[in-house]
């Protein structure tokens, strides 16, 4: 049953364009322009300072945006509701979309790490394996968001919104300008968005010495409050 | 037989639902026997979704009693769900995804499904397995969550509208599926407000208004409670004197012209009463066409009940 849920999911996901572009297409392109195009200055190789802000940006459109309007349209189209009224528990209702979310992260970190490689970039293994704690811890609470904004507005509402964050956090979030480029005060507040706790993380563990435990603290506390919140405010339709 | 075949499959009693000020559903009272079809009968907002979807597990009632195959349905929803089928009203399935895809999902969480090919066969659906849902038309729509409903081999199914948006040819396909169902002992609630619908396949009608049973019984008993309020209905020219009619007819017996060129004659109607309308046609030199004598339909029966006002 949790598979048979997780592969439709996953399936759905895949096949929707809208939602390739913002999950594969759009990240891939920055990966590449940013790499190759001197658009802001970053240190040599630039595909290493762009690996993190990727990784991170593709983490938020699938788990957060993707999720939320997803999440929205299938409230609109009473899909919970015909499957919470099957035999399936509803720990697997959930377990199924979690699935589904960390294999298209699984999918993308993939896609865009084979770009990467072809463009120059040589990690370490010990900041791959970081990498892929962070992106699973990435993916769980930027699920959660997504769950807490889809689960309760109405579609139109939660399309629009989850857009807006996107973009908001792309850009002032840390991913684009990083939180050490910013204003100091600034800064602060930013590496405790998820967005900044997980370009800085990601960066530290492939770049640096390893991610440190600000960047996980922060992923899990945003997980922990958004999943306790979404599980009291998400209605089926 | 034994306790639980005598059981009745959903039991209802002193049901209250209330939201926010407004109550949905005020002290129903409902007994589907075990292997029946029961019609929920109501105009729009009466109460007949909330009192469904207790039934399924999906609201708290605010009070009284709810036994579903002898289940509390929110204490022992994870007990009930396999043994029940759900077709909501409308929806049911991801916008994206294909119709054969939704029905074998579906059926994964089901411990014995039917075979899904077979199933998507006998509701016409098998042209459209690769459509996307929405691009389904709203009839294959309504037949795909039927289908979902029926996948896992239920004990009791509960249809919410299950033939709204259908072209006629598709709600007979699916009145043949409830027929097949009760003859497989299968018991069935679905609620509707075509009284066709209600008099063709229930055993059991239950008409309610503002949340409580106004009337209930089987399809005939209701309609045919006062053998004084049979009818003789005709169709003639408009606006035609019936004064003179009135008067030749025997006490008791009313005319009216109901609608535009559409005369209805309620009371006892015996063959005196039909011949004296006949000869008042014939002296006004109109005929009557598609004069017809017989019981109340369950149309008249609800709308005297629950009142010609739109809502």
New interface residues.
Partial sequence: ?LL??AR?ET??TL??GEQVLLTLLIPIALLVGLTLIDIISLPEPRVNSVVPRVFALAVMSSAFTGQAIALG??R????L?????????RWMLVGGRVLAGLTVVAIQLVVLGVVALVLGWSPSLGGVLWTVLLAVLGALAFGALGVLLGGTLRAEIVLALANIIWFVLLLAGGIIVRAGSMPSGFAGVVELLPSGALTEGVDLALNGGGPGWQPLAVLVGWGVVAAVVAARTTR?T | MSASETRPAVEVSGLVKRYGSTTAVDGLELRLAQGKVLALLGPNGAGKTTTVEVCEGFLRPDAGRVRVLGLDPRAEGDKLRPRIGVMPQGGGAYPGVRAGEMLKLVASCAANPLDTDWLLDVLGLTNALRTPYKRLSGGQQQRLSLACALVGRPELVFLDEPTSGMDPQARRLVWDMICALRGDGVSVLLTTHLMEEAETLADHVVIVDHGRVVAEGSPTQLTTEDPDTQQLRFKARPGLDTSLLTAALPEGCHVAEAALGTYIVTGRVDPQVVSTVTAWCAQQGVLAEELHVGRRSLEDVFLELTGRELR
Avoid: E, I
């Fill in positions: 049953m048979a849920h439709t399936k759905l096949r929707n349209f299938d609109r189209y009473g899909v509701k015909r499957l919470a009224a099957t035999a399936l528990p089926l």
